[in-house]
């Protein structure tokens, strides 16, 4: 039986945790969500995503708290109505694109609503498109406009590049910038209070929930952020061990129904 302890509020990450590899959300995984609601455990999500990029999630799990796009840079009601935004500040986002493009890596900028990119088929835009069921806008210069940007976006799949490029950017920017891989191949730059331990941090003041009484579950890096601003911090399967040595338990992966099963067995499980 699992240990007993008083959890108010799940707070997922999405990708790598809620969905399969194949970006599915299962039916064992609504369920546990259901369960969680009937046992008055509240819900949320957190992604890099862009708000927009979840919406074919929020009925499904029927959501009823703000919603984390961006790692936090942007938070909406299930209706995408926006309740507080956190945007880069233009000379911040000028030199994350120079700094990305230095190492070799493509540039995505999410700008209001718009993704905006400069070359159609590169590395995983499509399957991007695919996940978020929108497309991005090409444009000639992604630094072309670097107001109101909610997140830059270094994307590669010589994954060494990645990790050299987000030391890079920490150390460029230290507290003026949140940077963080949310995937291996993905860098993301966001406002340096657009990171998960700020979601955790705005859910629990926002939802009147003390920190000891969140539990967070996801498999990056940034992840790790919010398991340090929670009581109870859940890693997947699938996540590095950098990220399970940070977490108070492991689960099974995402394609092994990860989700689902740590919260039957250590959020369910420990109100038995």
């Not at 909406?76 to 956190?86: E, F, M, R, S, W």
């Not at 929670?230 to 992966?253: L, R």
């Not at 989700?259 to 499980?269: P, T």
Request: with cysteine; charged share 25%; hydrophobic share 45%.
């Amino acid at each position: 039986m699992a240990e007993k302890r008083k959890i108010s509020l799940v707070l997922a990450d999405v990708d790598g945790t809620l969905v399969t590899e194949e970006k599915v959300l299962t039916e064992r995984a609504q369920a546990a969500v259901q369960s969680l609601r009937k046992a008055g455990i509240r819900f949320a999500i957190t992604s890099g995503r862009p708000p927009r990029g979840m919406a074919m999630l929020f009925e499904p799990l029927k959501l009823d708290t703000p919603i984390a796009g961006f790692n936090g840079g942007l938070f909406v009601k299930p209706d995408l109505t926006i309740i507080a935004q956190k945007t880069l500040p233009p000379d911040v986002a000028a030199k994350s694109i120079e700094l990305i493009r230095s190492h070799g890596l493509d540039v995505w900028v999410y700008r209001g609503n718009d993704w905006l990119i400069t070359k159609a088929d590169a590395p995983h835009v499509a399957r991007e498109a695919w996940t978020v069921k929108f497309e991005a806008k090409v444009v000639a210069d992604v630094a072309e406009k670097l107001d109101q940007v909610a997140k830059i976006v270094g994307v590669s799949d010589d994954l060494d590049k990645v990790k050299r490029c987000e030391a890079d950017a920490q150390a460029a920017f230290g507290d003026r910038a949140s940077a963080n891989r949310s995937q291996p191949y993905y860098l993301d730059i966001t406002h340096k209070d657009a990171n998960k331990g700020a979601v955790a941090e705005y859910l629990s003041s926002h939802l009147a929930v003390p920190a000891a009484e969140i539990a967070t579950i996801g498999d990056q890096p940034n992840d790790v952020l919010m398991f340090k601003k929670s009581g109870f911090s859940i890693a997947m399967g699938n996540a590095p061990d950098q990220v399970k040595t940070q977490a108070s338990v492991t689960t099974e992966s995402y394609n092994d129904e990860g989700f689902a099963k740590a919260m039957e067995r250590f959020i369910l499980g420990s109100l038995d």
